[in-house]
């Protein structure tokens, strides 16, 4: 069983157009994340979740939007992309109470906005 | 804000060899987490090893070390007997112990073995 999930894995897309990203951990964490890698491979915090409610809101274009429907899931929501926003988005989770263990990632989402 | 440095974009190593990754960061907290993760190609990130601040011992994970050298904030991990699996991008990250803090990472250091 995968850790924590990310669907889908490589999205290409074109400028103007909706899109979501989706995240899944069976972990039993109670805190997840969203970063963002660019092209330099520079990761970057973006969201992160505690328990459904929204903990860290990085300065991102409101673009974006994170929702969590519960401490297992969080997806990611990007309305009106633009070439910019290519990147590859991870999802990553961990236990608060357990900070020393770091975070378990999942795999990413490489997206491509033509 | 805390920052994590990493001076070197890129390192090679001759396989069997030993490499030392160098990593740095900007703190006014005395109790915080450092970690250092692999990327290799299919961009998976891989925890190697972690360091409690308050360990003065240096971490070790079968071929991976660390030389924690808290007052003067550096974090640098050691590769002994590097083997080609080891490829990958390495990034150092920081993160306070305290709760509802994310982690940051370091630009990262392209590390090539070459056989």
């Known amino acids: 069983d995968t850790a924590v999930s990310q669907t889908p894995k490589y999205l290409v897309t074109q400028m103007g157009n909706d899109k979501s990203i989706k995240c899944e951990q069976n972990?039993?964490?109670?805190?997840m994340y969203w970063y963002k890698q660019d092209s330099k491979k520079f990761l970057k915090i973006m969201f992160s979740?505690?328990?459904?409610?929204?903990?860290i809101n990085e300065t991102v274009p409101n673009r974006f939007s994170p929702k969590s429907p519960d401490k297992a899931h969080l997806n990611l929501h990007i309305n009106s992309l633009e070439l910019g926003d290519s990147a590859v988005y991870f999802c990553?989770?961990?236990?608060?109470?357990?900070?020393?263990?770091?975070?378990?990632f999942g795999s990413g989402t490489r997206l491509t906005v033509v | 804000a805390q920052t994590v440095t990493q001076s070197q974009p890129e390192m090679s190593v001759q396989e069997a060899e030993t490499v030392t990754l160098s990593c740095t960061y900007d703190?006014?907290?005395?109790?915080?987490?450092l970690f250092w993760y692999k990327q290799p190609p299919s961009r998976q990130m891989i925890l190697v090893i972690r360091q409690e601040a308050y360990k003065q011992q240096n971490a070790t994970e079968n071929r991976f070390s660390v030389n924690f050298q808290k007052a003067a904030k550096s974090f640098s991990l050691k590769i002994s007997d590097s083997q080609l699996g080891d490829a990958a991008m390495y990034f150092c990250a920081y993160r306070t112990s305290g709760g509802n803090n994310d982690m940051r990472f370091g630009a990262g250091t392209r590390l090539t073995v070459k056989p």
């Open positions: 990553a989770s961990s236990q608060e109470s357990r900070g020393w263990y770091g975070y378990t």
């Open positions: 972990l039993g964490h109670d805190t």
């Open positions: 703190t006014s907290e005395s109790d915080y987490y």
């Open positions: 979740y505690n328990n459904k409610e929204l903990i």
